[in-house]
Every structure is written in C-alpha cells, then in structure tokens.
C-alpha cells in the first residue's frame, strides 16, 4: 500500500509541516511519517492478495503534545487505519517532546509492473 497520498493531506489538516521520512524546515512543530513494515497477510492459490502495513506517525514539539495525540489517533482511525501503541520521549539533545503513534492497515495488493 503506498501511504503518502492518503496520510500525508489528512495529516496537514492539522496545520502542522507533514513530510515523509525527514523534516527539513524550520518549524517548531511539524509531523513525519514512515513505514514501518509491510507483510502480506492474506493468501489466495498461494498468492498473497493482501498485505498488513504498518506505520509510524510522529509529532515534534516544544510545547505539550497531549491534545495532538488524540487528534492524529482520530486521523489515522477515519482512515481506516488501527492505533497499536502510543508513546511519547523527550529527546534531551533536541529538547523535543516527541510522539509516536504506531497503527496499521490492511489492505489489497495492488503491485502492476
């Protein structure tokens, strides 16, 4: 499943910076997104047709996160997407608070060459 065309515009509703992989700008608080695995799950004939994506949402912030986290959860959950953890670290190097949602998706392969 490619993600970036569906959480990436949902995400910006937010008002945040959203970007996949790695945040370049300047922002104090911005979103990135990235895949964090991707299996198939459901065979047919011994051919996968459906894969479980897996993937990682995280805020950075300077402020308290505690009323982003639900709102990104409720992002994902609209999406189709199921919330499996939450956490939250302060990286003392960056003085970030930095939020992690973790959800996955299941979904039909749809590879074309």
Request: hydrophobic share 35%; proline share 6%.
């Amino acid at each position: 499943m490619t993600i970036e065309p569906i959480i990436k515009p949902a995400l910006e509703q937010l008002g945040y910076p959203v970007a996949p992989d790695c945040y370049n700008g300047d922002a104090d608080e911005y979103i990135v997104f990235n895949y964090s695995d991707e299996r198939p799950t459901i065979w047919v004939d011994d051919v996968d047709r459906y894969d479980l994506t897996t993937v990682q949402v995280h805020f950075f912030t300077r402020y308290d996160p505690s009323g982003i986290k639900p709102k990104i959860r409720a992002i994902l959950r609209k999406l189709g997407f199921t919330i499996l953890a939450t956490e939250q670290f302060y990286e003392t190097d960056t003085k970030y608070r930095h939020v992690i949602v973790e959800a996955e998706i299941a979904s039909e392969i749809k590879e074309e060459f």
